[in-house]
T-cell receptor, first 112, second 116 residues
Framework: KNEVEQSPQNLTAQEGEFITINCSYSVGISALHWLQQHPGGGIVSLFMLSSGKKKHGRLIATINIQEKHSSLHITASHPRDSAVYICAVKGNSGGSNYKLTFGKGTLLTVNP | EAGVTQSPTHLIKTRGQQATLRCSPISGHTSVYWYQQALGLGLQFLLWYDEGEERNRGNFPPRFSGRQFPNYSSELNVNALELEDSALYLC???????????????FGEGSRLTVL
């Protein structure tokens, strides 16, 4: 079982829809990242969370440490939001210190 | 301010050769991380350098190595290239990777290595 599980793997939406991508993890963490990867490979860090909720424009990220779960929400989705969204966690114990463990990503396609 | 820069953008090598990839972190960042994204696989942690030292490495063979220079730029070397080394290699930097709750990551655009 992967330490970081994302769902769904693929998501197709119509422009304007509200989107939720989920991330569950099984290890203790010090931080969780949401990353966006566009075709061609470049990655942008969207959020880094250790508790609560963060908002940036139409993007909202939440984390529940007790439930080991995080969600990324996109409001009023737009075709330019089409990308792979990756959840990554930074462990807080033993050999997992300081290195990220990545989910396999969620491919989001927003149709006009 | 310049972001994380990587070079070359694309690199084609043949089996058995060596590849060298370079990364310049954001000014002021001391930690540099290397990741591999092979086709069909997720991102995997390769190496972490901070203050010139290798702090941690992922589950990769010793032919994957690197170093960090005094100006905090970094080099990733892959010796005795194999076909399965074909991947996108991403570099990221952060202010201080040793701190538990700091160290927001900034990624480069990646170097795509193709091994023929």
């Amino acid at each position: 079982k992967n330490e970081v599980e994302q769902s769904p793997q693929n998501l197709t939406a119509q422009e304007g829809e509200f989107i939720t991508i989920n991330c569950s993890y099984s290890v203790g963490i010090s931080a969780l990242h949401w990353l966006q990867q566009h075709p061609g490979g470049g990655i942008v860090s969207l959020f880094m969370l250790s508790s609560g909720k963060k908002k940036h424009g139409r993007l909202i990220a939440t984390i529940n440490i007790q439930e080991k779960h995080s969600s990324l929400h996109i409001t009023a989705s737009h075709p330019r939001d089409s990308a792979v969204y990756i959840c990554a966690v930074k462990g807080n114990s033993g050999g997992s210190n300081y290195k990220l463990t990545f989910g396999k990503g969620t491919l989001l396609t927003v149709n006009p | 301010e310049a972001g994380v820069t990587q070079s070359p953008t694309h690199l084609i090598k043949t089996r058995g050769q060596q590849a060298t990839l370079r990364c310049s972190p954001i000014s002021g960042h001391t930690s540099v991380y290397w990741y591999q994204q092979a086709l069909g696989l997720g991102l995997q942690f390769l190496l972490w350098y901070d203050e010139g030292e290798e702090r941690n490495r992922g589950n990769f063979p010793p032919r994957f190595s690197g170093r960090q220079f005094p100006n905090y730029s970094s080099e990733l070397n892959v010796n005795a290239l194999e076909l399965e080394d074909s991947a996108l290699y991403l570099c990221a930097s952060s202010l201080d990777g040793r701190a538990a709750n700091t160290g927001e990551l900034f990624f480069g655009e990646g170097s795509r290595l193709t091994v023929l």
